[in-house]
């Protein structure tokens, strides 16, 4: 059983379009951080969450943190080829750092 | 800055043979985290590590896994006795970690395979 269940799996789309992939869980994090990764390369961080209720933007991607700290999302806006990658949500798990992945959802954007 | 440097990039061995993988943090990094991962899969946590102590090492197997994080030197991670199923990508990780939250770090991974 995953601690944080990412969805969807997988999601292939047009340039341009909108999308949003989810991060849940029933576990409350001190801090809930989001990751790219390309193929043959570690993930690279994009954006950490604190607060409950936070949302954060980086250019066309916005992320929020839930109210309850439980669950988060990201929205891309116009996609883009270059968006391709495996995007990883990951929880520190009480106050020490622990973090924990979910098993990523992995975009598609073609041109 | 140099980043998490992981050495090697590809390893292969034969079953039954060891695997050591070494992982250099980012200067001034004072943990270490290691994750595996299969090919379309997210990252399992194996071991959580600051130096010359474990954290927390729940998601590593106990038998024939060990990780250590000595005062000089980079993070090792064995495999003893290796067999198929441990073939995968291993992520090692640093964070300056103080206290709070902090970002993880990702080195490229060391890609083993089990003949």
């Known amino acids: 059983t995953q601690l944080l269940e990412q969805s969807p799996q997988f999601l292939s789309i047009q340039e341009g379009e909108n999308l949003t992939v989810y991060c849940n869980s029933s576990s409350v994090f001190s801090s809930l951080q989001w990751y790219r990764q390309e193929p043959g390369e570690g993930p690279v961080l994009l954006v950490t969450?604190?607060?409950?209720?936070e949302v954060k933007k980086l250019k066309r991607l916005t992320f929020q943190f839930g109210d309850a700290r439980k669950d988060s999302s990201l929205h891309i806006t116009a996609a883009q080829p270059g968006d391709t990658g495996l995007y990883l949500c990951a929880g520190a798990l009480g106050n020490n750092n622990d973090m924990r992945f979910g098993a990523g959802t992995r975009l598609t954007v073609k041109p | 800055n140099a980043g998490v440097m992981q050495n090697p990039r590809h390893l292969v061995r034969r079953r039954g043979q060891e695997a050591r993988l070494r992982c250099s943090p980012m200067?001034?990094?004072?943990?270490v985290y290691w994750y595996r991962q299969l090919p379309e899969e997210g990252l399992k946590f194996m071991v959580y590590?600051?130096?010359?102590?474990?954290?927390?090492e729940s998601g590593m197997p106990k038998e024939r896994f060990s990780a250590e994080f000595p005062k000089e030197g980079p993070s090792i991670l064995r495999i003893q006795q290796v067999v198929r199923g441990d073939s995968a990508a291993y992520f090692c990780a640093s964070s300056p970690y103080n206290g709070g939250y902090s970002p993880l770090h990702f080195g490229n991974g060391t890609r083993l395979t089990v003949t």
């Open positions: 200067k001034g990094h004072s943990h």
């Open positions: 969450v604190v607060t409950g209720g």
């Open positions: 590590l600051q130096k010359e102590n474990i954290i927390d």
